[in-house]
T-cell receptor
């Protein structure tokens, strides 16, 4: 259980175009999902917290108009990179927290997707 | 603001040797700490959490509030333990995770 999927797993796009990445919780509902960015050989950096039915909360330094997040259902959050540029090339990872965790300790756990490799040419 | 420090980027040990991956944190509140592991070509997965005081795959980690540390230990390393290990701290209203920079563990035969 507690599987998170991401689509696509990799994408190549031209500079100036927009790219949408989906994050789905497959066997649980998630009111809260998180989007991370990971550069090669570096750690995960939290970009934003995605809240179902409300606006996302962005971390300092992350442009909300560039990285559009939509969390319209309890199982789906999308990240759209608008007007992508080569510097946006990165590995984007989402995670989700179970809305109805089985235990108190499980309430803190995040389940991670496999990531999406974005290359902007 | 919270911060997690993993001082070792790379760590190599021989099979059967003890291993310790260091993690220090700074946080003004009461911390919730985790160790995540990422095996080659696999997604990030939770290894253990301090609140559970559990041992997973032979690994343990004790929260030391005095030293603000949460080091990961295993008495006898196995080759299948080779992976990237991240220490993380959960804080904030949404319990966002702050990750350390990670330690690449290689267990040599």
């Amino acid at each position: 259980g507690a599987v998170v999927s991401q689509h696509p797993s990799w994408v190549i796009c031209k500079s100036g175009t927009s790219v949408k990445i989906e994050c789905r919780s497959l066997d649980f509902q998630a009111t809260t999902m998180f989007w991370y960015r990971q550069f090669p050989k570096q750690s995960l950096m939290l970009m934003a917290t995605s809240n179902e039915g409300s606006k996302a909360t962005y971390e300092q330094g992350v442009e909300k108009d560039k990285f559009l997040i939509n969390h319209a259902s309890l199982t789906l959050s999308t990240l759209t990179v608008t007007s992508a540029h080569p510097e946006d090339s990165s590995f984007y990872i989402c995670s989700a927290r179970d809305h109805l965790p089985a235990s108190k300790t499980a309430a803190h756990e995040q389940y991670f997707g496999p990531g999406t490799r974005l290359t902007v040419t | 603001a919270q911060r997690v420090t993993q001082p070792e980027k790379l760590l190599s040990v021989f099979k059967g040797a003890p291993v310790e991956l260091k993690c220090n944190y700074s946080y003004s509140g009461s911390p919730e700490l985790f160790w995540y592991v990422q095996y080659s070509r696999q997604r990030l997965q939770l290894l253990l959490r301090h609140i559970s005081r559990e041992s997973i795959k032979g690994f343990t980690a004790d929260l030391n509030k005095g030293e603000t540390s949460f080091h990961l230990k295993k008495p006898f390393a196995q080759e299948e333990d080779s992976a990237m290990y991240y220490c993380a701290l959960s804080a904030g209203s949404a319990r966002q995770l702050t990750f350390g920079s990670g330690t690449q563990l290689t267990v040599l035969p």
